[in-house]
C-alpha cells in the first residue's frame, strides 16, 4: 500500500522509530507483524494537526473533536494502547475485521496486517468522524478500507461474519450485534468498562449447553472515549451531602437510598494502614479489580480540585477505588515508607460504621496481596443476559442490558 513514506520528513521517521523501540523495549510490542506495520504507516499524517513530537509520543493519545464542556468526543489512540490492542487481536493475513470506532490510523494498521486477501470496515456513529477517516484513509493509500456510518451497537448493513472485533470505544456492554457477527473462532478486543474500571479485553468464543459464550484471555489497563448512541450507558454519581467536593461514582449497584450518606462527613475519619507495600512504579491495577469483585459497593471517589477542603485523601490526582455500607463510606489511599522507596496501601473510611468497614476493606487489600498478587488476570466470561444463574458461574456477576458479565479469580 501507498503509505507515502518515501516523501515524509526525515524527522517523522526518526521519531515513528524511536516510539517503536521504546514500545518493543517496554514489552508493549512483541510481535514482527505489529512491529513492522507500526514503522510503516505515517501516524502523524493522521493526526494533521499535531506537531511530530505529539504525534509520536508513545503514551499520548491525540485529541481530534471535543465537545460542548470540553467533553472529549474522539480521538488518535495513544501508539502504546494501539500497539497492545493489536497484538490482543491477534490480527493474521486473510482475516476479516470490523472496527468500531473510526479515526482512519488504526485502520491503517488493519489493512497493513491483513493484507489484499482480507477486509476491513471501520464504523463510527460520528459523520465527522468518518468523514475525516474516509479522506485520510484515501490520501493515503488504504482506499480498500470500508467505512460505514452507522450505530455500531445495531446490526450494520452488507456486513457478512468477520474474524476480528476491534473496538476502540468505551463499552459497558457487549451487544449482541457484534457476538452474531463473530466467526465460531473470532476474537473480540474490546475496551470494556466493568464497575467503574476499563479493561481492554480480548475474547474467544467457547462453546457450552446454552449456546456459548465469551471467555478472556487477557485483560489490559486501557482508557477510551465512551460509546455513544442506542448502547451508550451513564454512570450513577453521588455527592456526599455536607461538602460539596466529594462525588462517589457508580458503574453498576448504586446505593438504594443514597441520603444514608448525608451525615458520613460530620463523623471522625478513620485511618487502617494494611502494611502491604508495592515499589515505585510497580503495577497494582489487579488490586483495583480485586476490590471491584470483592466489594458489593465499589465505586470510584473523586474530589474537586477547586473545592478540596482535606476532607478525604485521595490516591492519585483526586481519584481512589472506594467502597459503600450503608452511611459509610471507604476509599484506598498510599503513603510513602519511611525509606522512601515504596508505598503502602491504608483505608479511610467515614460514617457511622467507620472502624467495622475500614476492616473490612483492608482485609481486601490483604486478601490480594496474599491470593492473587504477581498471579493470573481474573477470567471475565460474558453470557446473554437471559442465562439462568446456575449457568453464570463467577465471584462477581454484573447485570448489563443485552449480557451478564462474571469476574472471577483463578487460583494463584
Not at 82 to 107: K, P
Not at 288 to 295: G, K, P, S, V, W
Not at 389 to 400: Q, T
Request: include cysteine; hydrophobic fraction near 40%.
Amino acid at each position: 500500500m501507498n503509505t507515502s513514506t518515501a516523501t515524509e520528513p526525515p524527522e517523522a521517521t526518526r521519531l515513528r522509530d524511536n516510539c517503536v523501540d521504546q514500545l518493543m523495549a517496554d514489552g508493549v510490542i512483541v510481535s514482527p507483524g505489529v512491529e513492522k506495520v507500526m514503522r510503516r504507516v505515517p501516524r502523524h499524517v493522521f493526526a494533521p494537526h499535531a506537531s511530530l513530537d505529539d504525534a509520536y509520543s508513545p503514551y499520548a493519545a491525540v485529541i481530534t473533536k471535543v465537545g460542548e464542556n470540553g467533553v472529549q468526543l474522539s480521538s488518535v489512540s495513544a501508539p502504546q494502547i494501539q500497539a497492545m490492542m493489536l497484538e490482543q487481536a491477534r490480527i493474521e493475513v486473510g482475516d476479516r475485521v470490523l472496527e468500531i470506532g473510526s479515526g482512519g490510523l488504526n485502520s491503517a494498521y488493519l489493512a497493513e496486517l491483513v493484507g489484499e486477501e482480507g477486509n476491513v470496515t471501520s464504523v463510527d456513529i460520528d459523520p465527522d468522524v468518518t468523514s475525516r477517516a474516509r479522506r485520510l484513509l484515501d490520501a493515503h493509500g488504504y482506499a480498500r478500507v470500508r467505512v460505514v456510518t452507522a450505530d455500531a451497537a445495531e446490526p450494520i448493513p452488507g456486513l457478512g461474519e468477520v474474524d476480528v472485533i476491534m473496538v476502540t470505544v468505551g463499552a459497558w456492554d457487549i451487544p449482541p450485534a457484534w457476538i452474531d457477527r463473530l466467526t465460531p473462532d473470532g476474537r473480540l478486543v474490546v475496551p470494556l468498562r466493568l464497575r467503574g474500571l476499563t479493561r481492554s479485553v480480548a475474547f474467544r468464543r467457547v462453546p457450552d449447553s446454552h449456546g456459548g459464550h465469551l471467555e478472556s484471555t487477557s485483560a489490559l489497563v486501557c482508557g477510551f472515549v465512551a460509546m455513544q448512541g442506542s448502547d451508550q450507558h451513564d454512570e450513577t454519581q453521588i455527592l456526599v451531602n455536607g461538602t460539596p467536593e466529594i462525588a462517589l461514582r457508580f458503574d453498576d449497584g448504586a446505593p438504594a437510598d443514597p441520603h444514608l450518606l448525608d451525615n458520613a462527613v460530620r463523623t471522625p475519619r478513620v485511618e487502617q494502614w494494611t502494611g502491604v507495600t508495592v515499589a515505585l512504579g510497580e503495577p497494582f491495577s489487579g488490586l483495583q479489580m480485586h476490590l471491584a469483585i470483592d466489594l458489593p459497593g465499589f465505586c470510584v471517589m473523586s474530589v474537586d480540585p477547586q473545592l478540596d477542603t482535606g476532607t478525604v485523601s485521595p490516591r492519585h490526582k483526586g481519584f481512589s477505588a472506594a467502597a459503600v455500607s450503608g452511611g459509610t463510606f471507604a476509599y484506598v489511599t498510599t503513603r510513602r515508607t519511611p525509606d522512601g522507596e515504596r508505598f503502602e496501601f491504608g483505608v479511610h473510611a467515614l460514617g457511622p460504621d467507620a472502624p467495622t468497614f475500614a476492616d473490612t476493606v483492608a482485609g481486601s487489600v490483604r486478601a490480594w496481596d496474599r491470593e492473587h498478587r504477581c498471579g493470573p488476570d481474573p477470567l471475565i466470561r460474558v453470557y446473554p443476559a437471559d442465562t439462568p444463574d446456575e449457568a453464570v458461574p463467577g465471584d462477581r456477576v454484573i447485570g448489563k442490558r443485552h449480557s451478564r458479565i462474571s469476574l472471577s479469580w483463578p487460583p494463584a
